[in-house]
């Protein structure tokens, strides 16, 4: 199981970026997706999380600004980040709760992280 994020960028504080994050491979099943977030000197956070039923979760110095959402079709999870401050300046990595196929347990997968700068 492979992730790729994307959608990173350089935005202007009260911009606006979405990442979106593709798992791929031989995927029996996906549980769980979410987002994390390290900023220099920091530890990696949990900014949002989605089960595989739609209920999600949120980090408090993001609710109200940042939506995750999935699209179980297309093996996918997105964040949808607004009216961004220099604050959510950090890398951002994509984590995925899955089941190869031909194994019997889920195990966590890791992207390889897309940068997100906000200037003040």
């Known amino acids: 199981v492979q992730l790729q994020a994307s959608g990173g960028g350089f935005v202007e504080t009260g911009g606006s970026l979405e990442l979106s994050c593709v798992a791929s491979?031989?995927?029996?099943?996906?549980?769980?997706m979410g987002w994390y977030r390290q900023a220099p000197g920091y530890q990696r956070e949990l900014v949002a999380a989605?089960?595989?039923?739609?209920?999600?979760k949120y980090v408090d110095s993001v609710k109200g600004r940042l939506t995750i959402s999935r699209d179980d079709a297309k093996n996918t999870v997105f964040l949808q980040m607004n009216n961004l401050k220099p604050e959510d300046t950090a890398v951002y990595y994509c984590?995925?709760?899955?089941?190869?196929?031909?194994?019997?347990?889920?195990?966590?997968?890791w992207g390889q992280g897309t940068l997100v700068t906000i200037s003040s």
């Open positions: 984590r995925t709760r899955a089941r190869a196929t031909g194994t019997a347990f889920f195990n966590n997968y």
């Open positions: 491979g031989s995927i029996t099943s996906i549980n769980a």
């Open positions: 989605i089960t595989s039923g739609g209920n999600t």
